[in-house]
Protein backbone atom coordinates (compact mmCIF):
# COMPACT_ATOMS: atom_id res chain seq x y z
CA UNK A 1 0.00 0.00 0.00
CA UNK A 2 1.57 3.42 -0.90
CA UNK A 3 -0.36 6.43 0.82
CA UNK A 4 1.18 9.30 -1.38
CA UNK A 5 -2.23 9.24 -3.99
CA UNK A 6 -4.25 11.41 -2.29
CA UNK A 7 -7.47 11.25 -4.37
CA UNK A 8 -8.99 14.63 -5.43
CA UNK A 9 -12.38 15.54 -2.81
CA UNK A 10 -14.53 16.13 -5.60
CA UNK A 11 -13.45 12.91 -7.84
CA UNK A 12 -14.18 10.35 -4.32
CA UNK A 13 -16.10 8.47 -6.55
CA UNK A 14 -14.73 6.17 -8.72
CA UNK A 15 -16.91 6.48 -11.79
CA UNK A 16 -15.64 10.17 -11.40
CA UNK A 17 -11.93 9.50 -10.93
CA UNK A 18 -12.19 7.00 -13.98
CA UNK A 19 -14.37 9.27 -16.43
CA UNK A 20 -12.99 12.84 -15.77
CA UNK A 21 -9.74 12.31 -17.98
CA UNK A 22 -11.50 11.32 -20.97
CA UNK A 23 -14.26 13.66 -20.60
CA UNK A 24 -13.02 16.86 -18.58
CA UNK A 25 -9.25 17.02 -19.73
CA UNK A 26 -7.80 19.01 -21.91
CA UNK A 27 -4.69 16.67 -23.16
CA UNK A 28 -1.36 17.95 -24.15
CA UNK A 29 -0.71 19.19 -27.65
CA UNK A 30 2.60 17.43 -28.60
CA UNK A 31 5.27 17.57 -31.56
CA UNK A 32 5.21 13.98 -32.37
CA UNK A 33 6.79 11.82 -35.47
CA UNK A 34 5.17 8.77 -36.26
CA UNK A 35 6.71 6.09 -37.74
CA UNK A 36 4.82 3.08 -39.88
CA UNK A 37 6.16 -0.24 -38.43
CA UNK A 38 6.02 -3.24 -41.08
CA UNK A 39 5.14 -6.93 -39.74
CA UNK A 40 5.63 -9.97 -41.00
CA UNK A 41 2.42 -10.55 -41.91
CA UNK A 42 1.75 -8.01 -43.84
CA UNK A 43 0.11 -5.53 -41.46
CA UNK A 44 1.52 -2.35 -40.02
CA UNK A 45 2.05 -0.89 -36.54
CA UNK A 46 2.11 2.89 -35.94
CA UNK A 47 4.42 4.76 -33.30
CA UNK A 48 4.30 8.21 -32.42
CA UNK A 49 7.38 9.01 -30.59
CA UNK A 50 7.85 12.50 -28.91
CA UNK A 51 11.38 14.08 -26.68
CA UNK A 52 15.28 13.80 -27.25
CA UNK A 53 16.62 12.68 -30.26
CA UNK A 54 19.78 12.00 -28.27
CA UNK A 55 20.80 7.95 -28.89
CA UNK A 56 21.54 7.67 -25.67
CA UNK A 57 18.31 9.06 -23.58
CA UNK A 58 16.18 6.36 -22.06
CA UNK A 59 13.43 5.34 -23.87
CA UNK A 60 9.77 4.21 -22.67
CA UNK A 61 7.15 2.27 -24.81
CA UNK A 62 3.91 3.33 -23.91
CA UNK A 63 1.03 0.89 -24.68
CA UNK A 64 -2.69 2.00 -24.65
CA UNK A 65 -6.08 0.71 -23.62
CA UNK A 66 -9.02 -1.09 -25.15
CA UNK A 67 -10.68 1.09 -27.94
CA UNK A 68 -8.07 3.78 -26.95
CA UNK A 69 -4.83 4.95 -29.03
CA UNK A 70 -1.60 7.04 -29.06
CA UNK A 71 -3.69 10.45 -28.79
CA UNK A 72 -5.71 8.97 -25.28
CA UNK A 73 -4.80 11.53 -22.74
CA UNK A 74 -2.84 9.74 -20.15
CA UNK A 75 -0.55 8.59 -22.89
CA UNK A 76 -0.11 12.23 -23.82
CA UNK A 77 -0.04 13.43 -20.55
CA UNK A 78 2.95 10.93 -19.75
CA UNK A 79 4.93 11.54 -22.64
CA UNK A 80 4.71 15.23 -22.26
CA UNK A 81 6.31 14.39 -18.33
CA UNK A 82 8.86 11.82 -19.76
CA UNK A 83 9.97 14.42 -21.78
CA UNK A 84 10.12 17.16 -19.16
CA UNK A 85 13.03 14.77 -17.61
CA UNK A 86 14.85 14.74 -21.02
CA UNK A 87 13.22 10.92 -21.77
CA UNK A 88 12.16 9.85 -25.41
CA UNK A 89 9.10 7.65 -25.63
CA UNK A 90 7.40 6.07 -28.51
CA UNK A 91 3.41 5.59 -28.50
CA UNK A 92 2.15 2.25 -29.59
CA UNK A 93 -1.32 2.83 -31.69
CA UNK A 94 -2.45 -1.33 -31.51
CA UNK A 95 -3.77 -2.18 -35.03
CA UNK A 96 -6.14 -0.59 -36.52
CA UNK A 97 -5.77 2.00 -34.04
CA UNK A 98 -4.41 4.60 -35.17
CA UNK A 99 -7.09 6.68 -37.43
CA UNK A 100 -6.61 4.12 -40.16
CA UNK A 101 -8.33 0.10 -40.46
CA UNK A 102 -5.68 -2.11 -40.58
CA UNK A 103 -4.87 -4.72 -43.32
CA UNK A 104 -5.99 -8.16 -41.94
CA UNK A 105 -9.12 -9.64 -40.91
CA UNK A 106 -7.52 -10.21 -37.08
CA UNK A 107 -6.93 -6.95 -34.92
CA UNK A 108 -5.74 -6.65 -31.43
CA UNK A 109 -6.50 -7.73 -28.13
CA UNK A 110 -5.64 -7.94 -24.38
CA UNK A 111 -2.97 -10.98 -24.77
CA UNK A 112 -1.19 -9.83 -28.46
CA UNK A 113 2.55 -9.98 -26.89
CA UNK A 114 4.12 -11.04 -30.03
CA UNK A 115 3.16 -7.64 -31.21
CA UNK A 116 5.00 -6.20 -28.12
CA UNK A 117 7.81 -8.31 -28.83
CA UNK A 118 8.08 -7.06 -32.44
CA UNK A 119 8.54 -3.14 -31.49
CA UNK A 120 10.64 -3.73 -28.30
CA UNK A 121 12.81 -5.53 -31.12
CA UNK A 122 12.46 -2.39 -32.97
CA UNK A 123 13.33 -0.05 -30.83
CA UNK A 124 16.37 -2.01 -29.84
CA UNK A 125 17.77 -2.09 -33.38
CA UNK A 126 16.67 1.80 -33.78
CA UNK A 127 17.99 3.19 -30.61
CA UNK A 128 20.92 -0.26 -29.30
CA UNK A 129 22.26 2.50 -27.26
CA UNK A 130 19.10 3.62 -24.90
CA UNK A 131 18.10 2.08 -22.24
CA UNK A 132 14.44 0.48 -22.85
CA UNK A 133 11.59 0.66 -20.62
CA UNK A 134 7.74 0.44 -21.11
CA UNK A 135 4.38 1.71 -19.60
CA UNK A 136 0.95 -0.75 -20.24
CA UNK A 137 -2.96 0.86 -19.19
CA UNK A 138 -4.97 -1.20 -18.67
CA UNK A 139 -5.46 -3.59 -21.98
CA UNK A 140 -2.10 -2.56 -22.61
CA UNK A 141 -0.91 -3.05 -18.77
CA UNK A 142 -2.23 -6.77 -19.16
CA UNK A 143 -0.08 -7.77 -22.83
CA UNK A 144 2.73 -6.02 -20.88
CA UNK A 145 2.74 -8.39 -18.08
CA UNK A 146 1.88 -11.29 -20.01
CA UNK A 147 4.76 -10.10 -22.09
CA UNK A 148 7.26 -10.04 -19.53
CA UNK A 149 6.14 -13.24 -18.01
CA UNK A 150 6.38 -14.98 -21.01
CA UNK A 151 10.40 -13.87 -21.64
CA UNK A 152 11.60 -14.02 -18.65
CA UNK A 153 15.46 -12.82 -18.46
CA UNK A 154 15.20 -11.66 -22.18
CA UNK A 155 12.43 -8.87 -22.12
CA UNK A 156 14.48 -6.63 -23.09
CA UNK A 157 13.43 -3.73 -20.76
CA UNK A 158 15.44 -2.20 -17.51
CA UNK A 159 12.07 -1.75 -15.99
CA UNK A 160 8.49 -1.79 -16.63
CA UNK A 161 5.05 0.01 -15.08
CA UNK A 162 1.27 -1.61 -15.70
CA UNK A 163 -1.80 0.28 -14.62
CA UNK A 164 -5.16 -0.49 -13.80
CA UNK A 165 -4.93 -4.18 -15.01
CA UNK A 166 -7.53 -6.68 -15.94
CA UNK A 167 -5.78 -9.11 -14.68
CA UNK A 168 -8.10 -12.01 -15.06
CA UNK A 169 -10.34 -11.41 -18.31
CA UNK A 170 -13.13 -13.37 -17.13
CA UNK A 171 -13.62 -11.80 -13.84
CA UNK A 172 -13.54 -8.09 -16.18
CA UNK A 173 -15.85 -9.22 -18.39
CA UNK A 174 -18.22 -10.03 -15.38
CA UNK A 175 -17.15 -7.72 -13.48
CA UNK A 176 -17.97 -4.75 -16.30
CA UNK A 177 -21.35 -6.34 -17.13
CA UNK A 178 -22.77 -5.07 -13.24
CA UNK A 179 -24.19 -2.08 -11.95
CA UNK A 180 -23.31 1.60 -13.17
CA UNK A 181 -20.26 -0.08 -15.15
CA UNK A 182 -22.53 -1.80 -17.53
CA UNK A 183 -21.84 2.21 -19.65
CA UNK A 184 -18.72 1.04 -20.11
CA UNK A 185 -19.59 -2.16 -21.39
CA UNK A 186 -22.20 -0.07 -23.54
CA UNK A 187 -19.47 2.24 -25.21
CA UNK A 188 -16.41 -0.52 -25.34
CA UNK A 189 -19.50 -2.76 -27.45
CA UNK A 190 -19.84 -0.11 -29.86
CA UNK A 191 -16.67 0.88 -30.15
CA UNK A 192 -15.56 -2.34 -31.11
CA UNK A 193 -18.24 -2.84 -33.45
CA UNK A 194 -17.67 0.34 -35.07
CA UNK A 195 -13.64 -1.09 -34.95
CA UNK A 196 -14.80 -4.27 -36.81
CA UNK A 197 -17.01 -1.88 -39.16
CA UNK A 198 -14.46 0.17 -40.36
CA UNK A 199 -12.25 -2.77 -41.16
CA UNK A 200 -15.20 -4.38 -43.74
CA UNK A 201 -15.66 -0.89 -45.35
CA UNK A 202 -11.87 -1.12 -45.57
CA UNK A 203 -12.40 -4.63 -47.44
CA UNK A 204 -14.89 -3.48 -49.74
CA UNK A 205 -13.31 -0.40 -50.54
CA UNK A 206 -9.95 -2.22 -51.76
CA UNK A 207 -11.39 -5.24 -53.04
CA UNK A 208 -10.27 -7.68 -50.66
CA UNK A 209 -12.96 -9.74 -50.44
CA UNK A 210 -10.91 -12.70 -49.32
CA UNK A 211 -10.50 -10.85 -46.13
CA UNK A 212 -14.04 -9.03 -46.15
CA UNK A 213 -15.71 -12.93 -45.88
CA UNK A 214 -13.28 -14.20 -43.13
CA UNK A 215 -15.16 -11.02 -41.07
CA UNK A 216 -18.54 -11.82 -42.75
CA UNK A 217 -18.13 -15.91 -41.38
CA UNK A 218 -17.61 -14.86 -38.03
CA UNK A 219 -21.31 -13.78 -37.54
CA UNK A 220 -23.44 -10.51 -37.89
CA UNK A 221 -22.09 -7.34 -36.01
CA UNK A 222 -25.55 -6.85 -34.18
CA UNK A 223 -26.74 -8.52 -30.88
CA UNK A 224 -24.10 -8.24 -28.93
CA UNK A 225 -24.37 -6.67 -25.22
CA UNK A 226 -21.33 -8.37 -23.71
CA UNK A 227 -18.01 -9.09 -23.41
CA UNK A 228 -18.79 -12.76 -23.93
CA UNK A 229 -20.88 -11.96 -26.89
CA UNK A 230 -17.85 -10.37 -28.52
CA UNK A 231 -14.57 -11.96 -27.76
CA UNK A 232 -16.67 -15.54 -28.48
CA UNK A 233 -18.18 -14.47 -31.88
CA UNK A 234 -15.15 -12.15 -33.18
CA UNK A 235 -11.71 -12.06 -30.71
CA UNK A 236 -11.38 -15.76 -30.22
CA UNK A 237 -11.16 -17.27 -33.42
CA UNK A 238 -9.69 -14.18 -35.12
CA UNK A 239 -6.80 -14.88 -32.75
CA UNK A 240 -6.62 -18.64 -32.55
CA UNK A 241 -8.98 -19.15 -29.78
CA UNK A 242 -11.14 -22.16 -29.29
CA UNK A 243 -13.69 -19.80 -27.59
CA UNK A 244 -14.31 -16.74 -25.14
CA UNK A 245 -13.19 -18.80 -22.20
CA UNK A 246 -9.88 -19.98 -23.85
CA UNK A 247 -9.07 -16.47 -24.67
CA UNK A 248 -9.67 -15.52 -21.37
CA UNK A 249 -7.84 -18.52 -19.80
CA UNK A 250 -4.82 -18.10 -22.34
CA UNK A 251 -4.61 -14.17 -22.19
CA UNK A 252 -5.03 -12.98 -18.62
CA UNK A 253 -1.48 -11.80 -17.12
CA UNK A 254 -1.98 -13.23 -13.63
CA UNK A 255 -1.27 -16.56 -14.92
CA UNK A 256 2.32 -15.39 -16.27
CA UNK A 257 3.14 -13.15 -13.11
CA UNK A 258 5.32 -15.32 -11.05
CA UNK A 259 7.68 -15.59 -14.68
CA UNK A 260 8.43 -11.74 -14.46
CA UNK A 261 12.08 -10.97 -13.91
CA UNK A 262 12.22 -7.19 -14.96
CA UNK A 263 12.10 -4.59 -12.47
CA UNK A 264 7.95 -4.21 -12.42
CA UNK A 265 5.76 -1.96 -10.81
CA UNK A 266 2.01 -2.58 -10.83
CA UNK A 267 -0.24 0.29 -9.65
CA UNK A 268 -3.93 -0.63 -8.88
CA UNK A 269 -7.07 0.24 -6.96
CA UNK A 270 -9.49 -1.47 -5.49
CA UNK A 271 -12.23 -0.08 -6.53
CA UNK A 272 -11.45 0.04 -10.09
CA UNK A 273 -14.98 -0.16 -12.05
CA UNK A 274 -13.48 -2.86 -14.17
CA UNK A 275 -12.22 -4.95 -11.78
CA UNK A 276 -13.24 -7.09 -8.72
CA UNK A 277 -10.94 -6.85 -5.66
CA UNK A 278 -10.07 -10.90 -5.44
CA UNK A 279 -9.06 -10.37 -9.30
CA UNK A 280 -5.92 -8.88 -8.18
CA UNK A 281 -3.13 -10.60 -7.41
CA UNK A 282 -2.15 -12.11 -3.74
CA UNK A 283 1.81 -11.55 -2.77
CA UNK A 284 2.54 -14.87 -3.27
CA UNK A 285 1.92 -14.98 -6.78
CA UNK A 286 4.12 -11.58 -7.87
CA UNK A 287 7.92 -12.70 -8.52
CA UNK A 288 10.36 -11.22 -6.42
CA UNK A 289 10.59 -8.64 -9.11
CA UNK A 290 7.73 -7.47 -9.00
CA UNK A 291 5.91 -4.24 -7.12
CA UNK A 292 2.24 -3.93 -6.52
CA UNK A 293 1.24 -0.28 -5.47
CA UNK A 294 -2.55 -1.11 -3.97
CA UNK A 295 -4.47 2.15 -3.53
CA UNK A 296 -8.06 1.87 -1.59
CA UNK A 297 -9.37 4.39 -4.27
CA UNK A 298 -8.44 5.96 -7.13
CA UNK A 299 -10.62 4.18 -10.40
CA UNK A 300 -9.71 2.97 -13.41
CA UNK A 301 -6.37 4.81 -14.82
CA UNK A 302 -7.73 7.87 -12.79
CA UNK A 303 -5.21 8.24 -9.37
CA UNK A 304 -6.86 12.48 -10.00
CA UNK A 305 -5.74 14.52 -6.81
CA UNK A 306 -5.48 18.25 -6.57
CA UNK A 307 -8.13 20.77 -6.53
CA UNK A 308 -10.46 21.68 -9.77
CA UNK A 309 -7.95 24.54 -10.55
CA UNK A 310 -4.93 22.40 -10.80
CA UNK A 311 -5.58 18.95 -10.69
CA UNK A 312 -2.74 16.45 -10.02
CA UNK A 313 -2.30 13.55 -12.40
CA UNK A 314 -0.39 11.10 -9.62
CA UNK A 315 0.68 8.74 -12.37
CA UNK A 316 2.39 11.26 -14.54
CA UNK A 317 4.42 11.83 -11.64
CA UNK A 318 4.81 8.35 -9.86
CA UNK A 319 5.86 6.51 -13.24
CA UNK A 320 8.32 8.61 -14.67
CA UNK A 321 9.98 8.90 -11.37
CA UNK A 322 10.02 5.17 -10.59
CA UNK A 323 11.00 4.49 -13.87
CA UNK A 324 14.50 6.98 -13.39
CA UNK A 325 14.97 4.98 -10.07
CA UNK A 326 15.54 2.37 -12.69
CA UNK A 327 18.21 3.72 -14.69
CA UNK A 328 21.03 2.04 -14.89
CA UNK A 329 24.52 3.60 -13.14
CA UNK A 330 26.80 5.54 -15.63
Not at 10 to 37: K, V
Not at 170 to 186: L, M
Not at 198 to 221: C, I, M, N, T, Y
Not at 239 to 264: C, E, K, V, W
Amino acid sequence: MNNDFQPAWWLGNPHLQTLWGSLCRHAPLLQRQRERLWLDDGDFLDLDWHGPHEASAPLVLVLHGLTGSSSSHYVLGLQQQLAAQGWASVALNWRGCSGEPNLLPRGYHSGVSEDVARVIQHLQAQRPLAPLYAVGYSLGGNVLLKYLGESGEDSGLQGAVAVSVPFRLDHCAERIDRGFSKVYQAHFMRALVAYVRDKQQRFVDEGHHERLAALEALGPLEGMRTFWDFDGRFTAPLHGYADADDYYRRASSRYYLDRIRTRALIIQSSDDPFVFPHSVPQAHELSASTQLELHARGGHVGFIGGSLRQPDYYLERRIPLWLAGRQPAN
